[in-house]
């Protein structure tokens, strides 16, 4: 099976809702996704099984200031594009009854594009689909003109530190007993501005990576 990535819809609610479950138990309340997906300053983007063996590919459809402009066409943005849009087939990337992976939800506040959360089905994690919805949410901060992305995670999620990471987060402070379940701290993690020369370059290297090893059929998981 293929993954690919798509804005989430009302349909998808309650498999957000059993992703959260799983992900994170001691979340409460949960988190209100219907009204989270009429938010308009934020972006809910899910991971999705593709029927047959088709090559991932993200239908990320939001607007994009500035479309058509070089900075939309040149750099990292593009080989996104190259790699990974181009073949998106419209008419499966809206079927409602697709079953959701995974999600990540940003926020876009000031110049900072703040992930608020994401997650992968834990009977499917570690076949690179929360570095696809990574991948996914940074392209989205771009075409939000966002300056950088930002998260908190919990001091003892090692996992999600290391994907953040690989990703150029880095550590820039930490919030003391962030976490209402057992008080746990959370660390900030934040890229650098992701249309620096360096971040462009960083992401061009992490993508072509990834599709060199995940490819048309790595990421499929059957
Ligand atoms: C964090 C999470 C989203 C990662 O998703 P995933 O699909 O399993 O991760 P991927 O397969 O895409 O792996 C990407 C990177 O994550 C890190 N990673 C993934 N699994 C890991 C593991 N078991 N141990 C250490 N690092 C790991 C690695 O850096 C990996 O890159 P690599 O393959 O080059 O080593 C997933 O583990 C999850 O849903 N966890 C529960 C929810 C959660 O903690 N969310 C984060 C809240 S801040």
Known sequence: MSYAIRPANEADVPQLAEIEKEAFPTTWPATPFKRELSN???SFLVTYQLPGNRRPVSSVSHERPGEGSDITTRGWR?????LFQRNAPASLTD?????VAGY???WYMTDEAH??????RESLRGNGLGELLLMASIE???RHQSRVV???VRVSNHVAQSLYSKY???QVGSRKGYYSDNHEDAYIMTTDPIFSPAYSQQLTSLEETYKSRRGDVALGLG
């Not at 079927?95 to 079953?99: G, K, L, M, T, V």
Request: glycine share 10%.
């Open 40 to 42: 308009r300053t934020a």
């Open 78 to 82: 593009g080989l996104w594009d190259r």
């Open 95 to 99: 079927n409602p009854a697709d079953y």
């Open 104 to 106: 990540v939800a940003t």
């Open 115 to 120: 992930i608020t959360g994401i997650a992968v």
């Open 140 to 142: 989205l901060a771009m």
């Open 150 to 152: 930002t998260l908190e």
């Open 168 to 170: 150029g987060f880095s």
